[in-house]
């Protein structure tokens, strides 16, 4: 095994530490803290099961941002649909056989790429020429789109210009995820794609791609509009002495 | 009128570019200590007031869910830039709802993040200097807690759970805003917001039956403190003198005749705002709110009706039940609360008052939907009962009701521009800045459909179109109250 490959397997094995701890930390501090009061932008649903749909939409399709700015909708959702593709096309790298949908969705995931890298400068754009929303961009908003275009870049040099040896990358990730190391194609193209995805995975849990697990913990979007019929209660906001009448 | 220009009503609405530190001065007076102290603040600036305020944003952090996810989440994706009245009137960028949170959201990062403490330049964080504060003190009282923001945001993040919060650390190292700290504390001492006293509120509402009786030749009753009615009445101080609010009270008091139901307003919870929210302070909402429940057990009463207030309803209907629940010693038969709308459109659902339309035939009428009602609250048994339920009482007592523009209604309706807690003169540049989508779309009404008026639920609505009407060219009494319209409407005497 040479140093590479060794430096690559530790790298990765660090990124998914942050990643999973990182990302669980912080699920675990949304859960925990209390939302004391009833503070759903409604109208809202008034069951379960009308929240699950409320939040199911937000996620699928970004009904919220619909409504809001067809423009970053565009190129948001196509961005966000062509990473999950992308991420699904991959799947073939990390399962023996490959499952049949995983097959089945590779043509299309290639050219989700092309997708991926319009809707990211298409975002990109809007923080140069939208005078409001180049205010509001900080280095590291920029520095986020540059990484994805980055990753996606390097990703489609490899597919449609100077292809890495598939099955040797295939065994060193199956060797990652069993114990029994392989080595890694030296390729520069690969090395690069590899390396900035782990940076994507280590900043992860620090910055704003907690966007994910922060909608689904959003009180104005999970929480159910009923405080007439349910008396709404936490620990700290109930303390209080409520009720000492009657 | 003032020193400040007011903008220009436009034939299409427009998105302005960006003019950095167009309001910077702006902010309202600062509470006086005694002021401070009523509430349990400190009266002046603390000394230590950096470290008092990260203890104070540390707690909040482990007390509400929504800031640490609020302030994590945020990808600045710019979808709420345009949404706010505040900004669109007054084109400062910190006006704009994500740039008001990154005011709280860098100095979080600064010390509260893994990021913030060792890449701060990298993702605009910065300390908390007195800068930082002064741009609090600023542009947490330049946001009207109205959540339209809320609406458009991919996330939901609410700017005025943000505003909130700035509020309370502002109030916890000593500089609160005079208005609202000054009127919470009116509510502790005298039972309303307007510091009017038991006995003058009896002479007040028995002027208001002479009026009746002078105007109609029905004795309607306008009681108080009358233990054993089957209604306490909970409706903001507004309503019982100042125009137009009066002529809402007398409405509700027309139905309740009709009606034959017994209710009573009490002279210790005489206010139904609540300017806890405002200040975003559990503490004091709650003190506030508890009056009512102590009036209500005091007075032996069935059911709890509130009148039209807008961040009154939200209090009552979203929180009411949490803060001053259970509400087991009422008639379960009727929600607990209920929005006086709900219950005269229940009155008409089920044919029991007479109307008569035609006395509404000199307007042409228009709705406001208030901030508080539609983003925060619901009536009757569906979502988006809050739009629907006051138009059918409109549409029951008024021939000619015609909607402002899709956008500017319903849970995309535009704030007064004065809710929140800004009502104040010391705040009227923002006041009239911020009312300029609203007037837009008035304007528009105006000219497509001959609309008159306008109508609106809610106190601080209407107090504050008032007085900005007028800026636009329009005239102050061209605001009225909704149950305005019901009491011109209803046919006292025996039901025909
Ligand atoms: C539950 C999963 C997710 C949902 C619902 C979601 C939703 C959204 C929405 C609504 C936006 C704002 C609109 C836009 O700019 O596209 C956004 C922005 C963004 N998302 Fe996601 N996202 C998710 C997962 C992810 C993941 C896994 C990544 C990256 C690894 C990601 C990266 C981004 C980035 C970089 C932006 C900011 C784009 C910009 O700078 O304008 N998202 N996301
Ligand atoms: C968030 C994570 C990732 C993103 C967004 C991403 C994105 C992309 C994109 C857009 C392409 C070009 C289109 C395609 O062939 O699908 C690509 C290709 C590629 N990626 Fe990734 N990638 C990610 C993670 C990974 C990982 C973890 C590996 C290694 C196991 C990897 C290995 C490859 C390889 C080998 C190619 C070239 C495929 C070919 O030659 O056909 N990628 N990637
Ligand atoms: S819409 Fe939401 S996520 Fe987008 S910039 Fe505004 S607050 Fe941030
Ligand atoms: S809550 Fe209303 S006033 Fe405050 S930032 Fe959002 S839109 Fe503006």
């Known amino acids: 095994m040479d140093f590479l490959s060794i430096a690559y397997a530790l790298v990765f094995y660090f990124a998914t530490f942050v990643l999973v701890v990182g990302v669980g930390r912080k699920i675990v501090q949304y859960a925990r803290t209390p939302a004391p009061l009833k503070i759903p932008t409604t109208p809202a649903p008034t069951t379960g099961t009308g929240v699950a749909l409320r939040l199911g939409g937000e996620v699928v399709f970004f009904t919220s941002l619909f409504k809001s700015n067809k423009w970053i909708w565009v190129f948001g959702w196509l961005f966000h649909f062509c990473l999950l593709l992308e991420v699904l096309r991959h799947l073939r790298y990390f399962i023996q056989p490959v499952w049949w949908w995983v097959a089945l969705i590779q043509p299309f995931g290639k050219y989700a790429a092309y997708g991926m890298v319009i809707g990211l400068l298409g975002l990109w754009g809007r923080r140069f020429f939208v005078d409001r929303v180049r205010y509001i961009s900080a280095p590291s908003d920029h520095l986020m789109l540059v990484l994805l275009l980055a990753i996606a870049g390097s990703g489609m040099l490899m597919t449609f210009v100077d292809h890495t040896d598939i099955i040797s990358l295939k065994a060193f990730v199956l060797g990652l995820l069993y114990g029994h190391w392989q080595p890694l194609p030296a390729d520069p193209l690969l090395l690069i794609h590899l390396g900035l995805v782990a940076a994507l995975m280590i900043v992860f849990p620090f910055s704003k791609l907690l966007h994910g697990p922060g909608l689904l913990f959003s009180p104005t979007r999970n929480q159910i509009d009923n405080p007439r019929e349910k008396r709404h209660v936490t620990p700290w906001a109930t303390d209080t002495g409520a009720g000492t009448a009657g | ?496």
Not at chain 2, 173 to 195: Q, R
Not at chain 2, 203 to 213: N, P, Q, R, S
Not at chain 2, 415 to 436: S, Y
Not at chain 2, 446 to 451: A, F, L, P, R, T
Request: glycine content about 10%.
């Open chain 2, 1 to 496: 009128m003032a020193d400040f220009e007011t903008p220009e009503i436009r034939e299409y609405p427009l998105i302005p570019h960006i003019h950095e530190g167009a309001m910077a001065g702006t902010k309202p007076f600062v509470a006086k200590p005694e002021h401070q102290k009523a509430l349990g603040f400190p009266g002046e600036l603390v000394e230590n007031w950096k470290e008092v305020a990260i203890d104070k944003m540390g707690d909040l952090l482990g007390k509400y869910r929504s800031l640490p996810v609020f302030l994590d989440s945020c990808v600045k994706c710019g979808a709420c830039t345009d949404k706010c009245h505040y900004f669109l009137g007054t084109t400062d960028p910190k006006n704009m709802p994500v740039a008001r949170q990154d005011l709280l959201r860098k100095v979080y990062r600064r010390y509260f993040t893994f990021a913030g403490k060792y890449f701060p330049k990298l993702v605009g964080a910065v300390d908390l200097t007195e800068e930082v504060l002064q741009d609090w003190y600023s542009y947490y009282h330049q946001c009207s807690e109205c959540r339209r923001c809320s609406v458009y945001c991919p996330y939901g993040i609410d700017t005025a759970e943000i505003t909130m919060a700035g509020r309370e650390i502002l109030d916890a190292v000593g500089i609160g805003a005079k208005y609202s700290n000054e009127i919470i504390g009116k509510v502790f001492t005298v039972g309303n917001n307007l510091g009017l006293p038991g006995p003058a509120l009896k002479d007040t509402l028995e002027g208001i039956e002479e009026d009746v009786k002078e105007d109609t030749g029905v004795d309607v009753r306008y009681p108080v403190d009358e233990k054993g009615a089957e209604v306490l009445l909970i409706t903001p101080s507004a309503d019982f003198f100042a125009e137009p609010h009066v002529d809402g009270l007398i409405g509700y008091g027309k139905v309740f005749h009709q009606a034959g139901i017994s209710w009573t307003l009490s002279s210790y919870a005489s206010e139904a705002a609540n300017f806890g929210i405002f200040i975003g302070s559990y503490e004091n909402m709650k003190r506030v709110a508890m009056r009512i429940r102590e009036a209500a057990l005091d007075l032996g009463v069935k059911r709890i009706i509130v009148g039209e207030c807008g961040h009154a309803w939200r209090v009552a209907y979203s929180f009411w039940n949490t803060l001053i629940g259970p509400f087991d010693f009422l008639d379960p038969r009727y929600p607990a609360p209920q929005h006086i709308c709900e219950f005269t459109y229940d009155l008409i659902q089920r044919g029991a008052l007479t109307l008569d339309k035609s006395a509404n035939d000199h307007r042409v009428v228009t709705f406001h939907d208030s901030c508080n009602v539609a983003r925060a609250s619901r009536m009757g048994n569906m979502p988006g009962g809050q739009f629907i339920i006051p138009r059918e009482v409109i549409k029951a007592v008024c021939n000619n009701f015609y909607d402002m523009e899709e956008g500017t209604i319903g849970e995309g309706t535009f704030c007064c521009g004065g809710g929140g807690g800004l009502l104040t003169d010391d705040l009227m540049e923002v006041r009239v800045k911020g009312a300029l989508p609203r007037m837009q779309a008035l304007r528009h009404v105006v000219e497509e459909h001959g609309v008159t008026h306008m109508a609106a639920i809610c106190a601080i609505c209407k107090t504050q179109f008032a007085k900005v009407l007028p800026y636009y060219n329009f005239s102050m009494d061209q605001i009225i109250s909704v149950h305005q319209l019901v009491g011109d409407a209803v046919v006292l005497g025996a039901k025909q």
